[in-house]
């Protein structure tokens, strides 16, 4: 078959393949008239090269379509190609240095044209995108994503309005402003799918942000039905990228609501649909099935995960919670210890999330001056953010406080049981059964020893929440600690501990239960804390327990404290 011949004909016929979601067929044609069609036939060559993931194709076919207009003397040309690399570049691992460059130079380049002009709002756009995405600063995400909607209007582009409303309203949700964010995103997603944006892109993509807004806000009933419309959108138009950003998203929904095979299934598919991808979003993933893997307690599998995603937030945050759970107290706290110093203090979901895993550390850690201000940072941040999931983050950072000595005697126990109680309520109010769980579970523990009836109670708690889901690793856990020979939590009769530990290994093994940390331990037992670290890797060793955590239920279960 002859190729087709030169001029608009064949343009057309690349553009209707490209309409009719045929990136292939649109990339063959383009590829036999570049050299004659110049630059418009090297802008679609880009984007039939950004459908079929092909990140090298795509930004080589940008950057030729960026030079021909700047010969060509084609300033807004210019500039759109310019826009077009600026996120594209940070979208296929070229870093938010070269991105930035380009959203400069395109920037440079309209300053030149009087405006304002659809160019001028698009460049808005991507300069909210990457400041929110990739570079992490709300506000100057907000300054961006306003003058985009103020173009728009002026210009009358709905198409333009509606992507820089539900990028505010991204932003607001990041800021902690969750309702007046969810609000601007319904707004921008009715828009988009009413036929007033014409680009498929921007409509997936504001359909994937108010997912990650839910996401974020733990709103995961909401996230689910979203998940659901913007697959079935990406299957009809063969929409393979937005397709595979939206399983990861719809992953972690999963993950979050306590449906861990599920989302392994679709963790593990995205990955080996993005193996040879360059996009970011595939760190996402890897990061989440990191989570994932921890959570089962497979955690060298968790920990390579970790370090393949680098240094982002998330990643480090993980890699801290690993090294807590072998018992490596200071190289967690060190991984964390500076985190939230790369927070901006206004994109409070990211501070939220990384809160608590500070707390945690600082408590195992021994350093009770960081933990309680990570709480009361928390609990500040929790009342701002006015969701049940916050809520139930502060009252467990509470808790850990609270059991590592923050309030001492009687009344750091009690002031313990009722933040567990105050977590466990918020968790299953936010539909997180596994932080519930874990919630009942902790509380639990605290109970054994004076209220095993009431312990066992919230065993079954934690049991019958968990049997709702599909975690099984806890659940097993959970289990174990009603079943096998009368343990601790059900009032039956206590088994002589196990002579497998020393009795200065059940001390210890009695205050890990409790929450207590390394140096805590090492206070109430008037030893050093290379002493207890060494008891407690003990512990682990004859146990034969992954952590800390898994050694405290099998000590509940078997009645070894």
Request: hydrophobic letters at 50%.
């Amino acid at each position: 078959m002859r190729p087709p011949p030169p001029g608009p004909r064949a343009l057309a016929a690349a553009r209707r393949a490209l309409d009719d979601a045929q990136w292939a067929r649109a990339r063959d044609l383009l590829r036999e008239q570049v050299e004659v069609e110049g630059a418009p036939a090297w802008e679609l060559l880009a984007e039939a090269a950004w459908w079929l993931d092909d990140g090298s194709a795509c930004l080589a076919a940008r950057e030729t379509a960026y030079r021909l207009h700047r010969e060509s003397g084609d300033v807004r040309g210019a500039a759109a190609a310019a826009t077009a690399l600026g996120y594209d570049a940070a979208l296929f691992g070229q870093g938010a240095s070269v991105a930035s460059g380009w959203l400069a130079r395109a920037r440079r380049l309209l300053a030149e044209v009087d405006g304002p002009l659809p160019e001028h709002g698009w460049l808005a756009v991507r300069e909210a995108e990457l400041a929110l995405q990739v570079t992490h600063r709300p506000d100057t995400a907000h300054e961006a994503a306003t003058e985009a909607v103020a173009v728009a209007r002026s210009l009358g582009r709905t198409d333009i309005e509606h992507v820089g409303l539900g990028l505010l309203g991204l932003v607001e949700v990041t800021r902690g402003r969750v309702d007046e964010g969810m609000e601007l995103l319904d707004a921008a997603v009715a828009g988009a799918l009413s036929g007033e944006v014409g680009d498929v892109m921007w409509v997936g993509k504001v359909c994937c942000w108010l997912v990650g807004a839910c996401r974020e806000a733990q709103d995961l009933a909401r996230a689910v039905e979203w998940c659901e419309r913007v697959d079935a959108l990406c299957r009809e138009r063969d929409l393979a990228p937005l397709f595979t950003a939206c399983r990861i998203q719809y992953a972690s929904v999963r993950l979050a609501g306590g449906h861990w095979l599920d989302a392994e299934v679709e963790l593990v598919a995205a990955l080996e649909r993005m193996r040879d991808s360059r996009r970011a979003t595939r760190t996402d993933a890897v990061v989440q099935l990191g989570h994932l893997r921890r959570r089962q307690g497979r955690l060298p599998e968790a920990e390579a995960l970790y370090v393949q995603a680098g240094y982002a937030p998330a990643a480090l945050v993980g890699r801290a919670l690993v090294r807590l759970a072998r018992g490596e107290t200071a190289p967690a706290w060190a991984l964390v210890a500076d985190l939230l110093e790369d927070v901006a203090p206004t994109d409070l979901m990211t501070r939220a999330a990384v809160l608590l895993p500070v707390v945690r550390c600082a408590v195992a850690a021994g350093r009770p001056e960081e933990a309680e201000r990570g709480a009361a940072e928390l609990a500040e941040l929790s009342a701002q953010l006015g969701t049940e999931a916050a809520h139930g983050a502060a009252a467990v950072a509470r808790a850990l406080v609270a059991a590592s000595g923050g309030a001492s005697g009687p009344a750091g126990a009690d002031a313990a049981r009722s933040a567990w109680r105050a977590a466990a309520r918020s968790f299953h109010a936010a539909a997180l059964p596994v932080e519930a769980a874990e919630a009942h579970l902790a509380l639990a523990r605290l109970l054994a020893a004076d209220e095993p009836g009431s312990a066992a109670d919230e065993v079954r708690w934690a049991v019958t929440t968990l049997e709702a889901v599909e975690a099984p690793e806890l659940l097993a856990q959970a289990r174990g600690m009603l079943g096998g020979g009368g343990p601790a939590v059900d009032g039956s009769a206590r088994p002589t501990p196990s002579p497998v530990l020393t009795p200065r290994e059940v001390e210890v093994l009695r205050l890990v239960a409790t929450g207590a940390s390394n140096a805590r331990i090492a206070r109430e037992l008037v030893v050093s804390e290379h002493t207890v670290h060494r008891h407690v890797a003990n512990i682990l060793t004859r146990l034969g327990e992954p952590t800390r955590g898994a050694a405290a239920l099998r000590a509940v279960r078997d009645g070894l404290i």
